[in-house]
């Protein structure tokens, strides 16, 4: 049996002020109704700072919405949502990168969990 699985692709480019501009393929909050979905984001780099997925940070963390994250790669994050908790959250993706020590983190993108179909 095969887990459901959504797809975003994230960009990240810096702006004349160097500041990470963060854009989402598609766009908007993921929607999950199927349990055990995996929602995964992978890294397009546009910005030559060689950045890496390191986690995510949530404004809730112990709502249920989300279950685990993994970094699986560089270039590959993946959050494992059972949808046992139906209701939404925000988080921040966490990038490293190999000008400094410093930690990147996107906007708010989130997760709403809808009752299973």
């Known amino acids: 049996m095969s887990v ?16 990470p501009q ?13 349990p055990n979905t995996h929602i995964i984001y992978k890294l397009q780099d546009k910005t030559d700072m060689d950045l890496a997925f390191v986690g995510a940070s949530f ?7 989300i279950d ?3 970094a699986e790669a560089p270039d590959m994050l993946i959050l494992m949502d059972t949808n ?19 930690l990147v983190s996107s906007q708010d ?6 009752e299973v179909k």
């Open 22 to 34: 963060f854009s989402y393929e598609p766009d908007g909050p993921v929607v999950v109704d199927e």
């Open 68 to 70: 685990a994250v993994k």
């Open 84 to 102: 046992s908790v139906v209701g939404k959250t925000g988080f921040r993706l966490i990038l490293s990168n190999s000008s400094n020590t410093l």
């Open 109 to 114: 993108p989130q997760v709403i969990n809808k």
């Open 59 to 65: 404004d809730t963390p112990f709502d249920g919405i």
């Open 4 to 19: 459901p699985v959504k797809n975003i692709i994230v960009t990240i480019t810096l702006d004349d002020n160097r500041v």
